[in-house]
């Protein structure tokens, strides 16, 4: 008799980071934003940069690394990156793992603040140099290609040093936006394309026997962005966003899938609900996951 493969995922919290609550919340005003996250004294609100961990009984998957501790001290100042070395590696650690046991890493897209948990802490001395050294890197290839010629309106967001470091390691491999990537004999990743925030975005699409999850990464960085309109400052082509992020809320609610939230301080995933008025709201949520084995309510299938 062939039993289940057991998938499971833990969410694994890497350098916290404070931005501009303004900029993070586009042209909503703040009288309005304040009530969902509270600003300090700059004006800059509290954000997690959260991965997520799938095991099988033979991969160990990473979906994004987060800001990390890359930076030059002013600049980890700036941003208000906590604590000043690479969190994500002391999460990983404290499941008894080492960041060299991760197999491969999904990177939805190249800005510092989802892909610089890659790189080794700031050493005045040296340049940090890349992690993870068993791990395939895969990056989409409309991203890709963003994150070596950008625009100047986004060529800080990317860390150049990165995109050689990966593409000397012989482990990057370039993803077409209708790839599906199978791992064992349930898991399987397909992509939701999104190019609001920045061309070429892949949101990985989880599905197993039980169970589906879609990482929304900066479509919809945490709980106050599911309010359709709401999008951020840094988005790129914000009312591409409110159709792309309408469209998946609309299929989550519906099919009641989980969903990954990067950003959010406190929720790391969530299944949507729609009420009378046509708003989307988070019917159940979890703040952490670890080892944890997703399934939905049979009553929902």
């Not at 095991?55 to 994004?64: G, Q």
């Not at 988005?235 to 998946?248: G, M, T, Y």
């Not at 899938?257 to 949507?272: C, G, N, Y």
Request: proline share 5%; charged share 25%; aromatic share 8%.
């Amino acid at each position: 008799m062939m039993t289940e493969e057991i998938i499971l995922f833990s969410s694994i919290e890497g350098n916290t980071q404070k931005l501009d609550g303004g900029a993070m919340f586009g042209n909503a005003p703040k009288e309005l934003w304040k009530h969902w996250i509270e600003p300090d004294e700059n004006n800059r609100i509290q954000l997690a940069c959260r991965a997520l961990l799938i095991e099988t009984s033979n991969v160990k998957i990473l979906i994004e690394t987060g800001i990390g501790a890359y930076m030059k001290p002013k600049l980890q100042a700036r941003f208000g990156i906590h604590p000043d070395s690479n969190q994500l590696v002391h999460s990983l650690a404290s499941l008894g793992l080492n960041y060299a046991d991760i197999t491969h890493i999904i990177l939805s897209h190249l800005h510092f603040d989802h892909a610089g948990g890659l790189l080794s802490d700031y050493d005045a001395n040296s340049d940090s140099e890349l992690l993870f050294p068993n791990a395939t890197f895969l990056v989409g290839e409309k991203q890709w290609e963003r994150a070596n010629n950008p625009h100047p309106r986004d060529r800080a967001s990317y860390i150049p040093r990165l995109h050689k470091l990966l593409n000397a390691s012989g482990r990057l491999k370039l993803l077409r936006q209708d790839e599906m990537l199978s791992f064992g004999k349930t898991l399987e990743i397909s992509f939701y394309l999104s190019s609001g925030h920045t061309p070429g975005m892949l949101c990985p699409r989880l599905k197993w026997d039980n169970g589906e999850l879609i990482f929304v990464a900066d479509l919809i960085p945490g709980l106050p962005w599911i309010h359709a309109p709401i999008t951020m400052g840094y988005d790129r082509f914000p009312e591409i966003l409110v159709d792309e992020k309408s469209a998946l809320l609309e299929e989550a609610a519906l099919n009641r899938t989980f969903l990954f939230f990067t950003h959010d301080p406190e929720t790391a995933v969530a299944i949507i609900d729609k009420n009378e008025k046509g708003r989307y709201y988070a019917n159940e949520t979890i703040n952490h996951l670890s080892r944890t084995h997703l399934t939905r309510d049979k009553n929902d299938e």
